[in-house]
Structures are given as C-alpha cells and as structure tokens.
C-alpha cells in the first residue's frame, strides 16, 4: 500500500465527497420510498462500475479508489434495493 | 501518461460503467423535466467530488480517472442544471 501523501489525501476527500454525496439520495428515498425519478438502468450500471472500481483499486494498490467506492457500493446497493422493490410492487 | 495495459482496460471499463450510468438519468431527466426525487445536495456534492477526482486523476497520471470524470461531469451538470432550474421555478 501507498503510504498516505498530499494526492492519497486528495483522492480520499474526492472520495468522501462522491461518497457522502449519496447520502442525501439515501435519506431521501428512505424517507419517500419512491424511486419513480430515478432510473433503474443508471442505479445498475453505477452499482457494477463502482463495483469494479475498486478491484481497479485494489489492483492498482490505490487506498483512496478503495475506500470510496466500497463505501459508494453500500449506499448504492440500498437505493438498487428500494428501486427494485418498489418496481416488484408495481406490476 | 503510463501506458495502456489490463489495469488501465479494467479502469477504462469501470469508468465507462460509471460514466454511462448517468446516461439514462439524463435522458430521463431530459424526458419528464422533472427533478423532485433527486437530491440537490447529492447532485452539488457528487458534482463537486467527481470534478476534484478529475484533479486527482490528472496529478496522478491516471488515465481512467480522467477520462470517466471529466465525462461523468457533463453529464452530471445537465441534470443539476435542470434540478436548480425547476427549483428557482418553484418558489
């Protein structure tokens, strides 16, 4: 592993920016349990990207790339389940 | 620019992921105009995060990063654009 630097400390406020960034959206489709406006197709997609982002990062030996999306892909995973939820209630 | 090789495939790959997900989103958006079940914080924090990820990217040398933010953050100002536009229509 990297040892921490100025850019590790850069990637890792990145990180927590895109990552806490769900947060809202997570309180939110908490709180409504709707999910009409967001897409099905998109919440897929990221969930998988972010998924292989961080083997990207666990290859590429890039703290900041792991930490980040592992903790996006829990947060990501809840909204996918809501969604997905919600679609299996609506036939 | 370190040279193309599996890792930098596997990172343009999840990059892509992560970067078309938005597409359906902004379409969607684009459809419907509307923006309700969105968050503002989480559009301005991601916006935010992705552009400081570019950043990194770019001092890292990083080409994966660089490629799939700085697309992912197109994508993304279009839908804040509309999210800030329907919320100064309504007051």
Do not use: E, H
């Not at 850069?10 to 809202?24: N, Q, V």
């Amino acid at each position: 592993m990297a040892r921490m630097n100025r850019l590790d400390a850069l990637g890792l406020f990145a990180g927590t920016l895109t990552t806490i960034a769900f947060l809202p959206q997570v309180v939110r489709t908490w709180r409504t349990r709707r999910t009409d406006d967001l897409s099905l197709a998109m919440l897929v997609l990221f969930t998988l990207g972010v998924g292989l982002w961080t083997v990207y990062g666990v290859m590429m030996k890039l703290l900041p790339l792991i930490v980040a999306n592992a903790a996006t892909l829990l947060l990501i995973f809840f909204i996918l389940w809501v969604k997905i939820r919600n679609l299996s209630r609506r036939p």
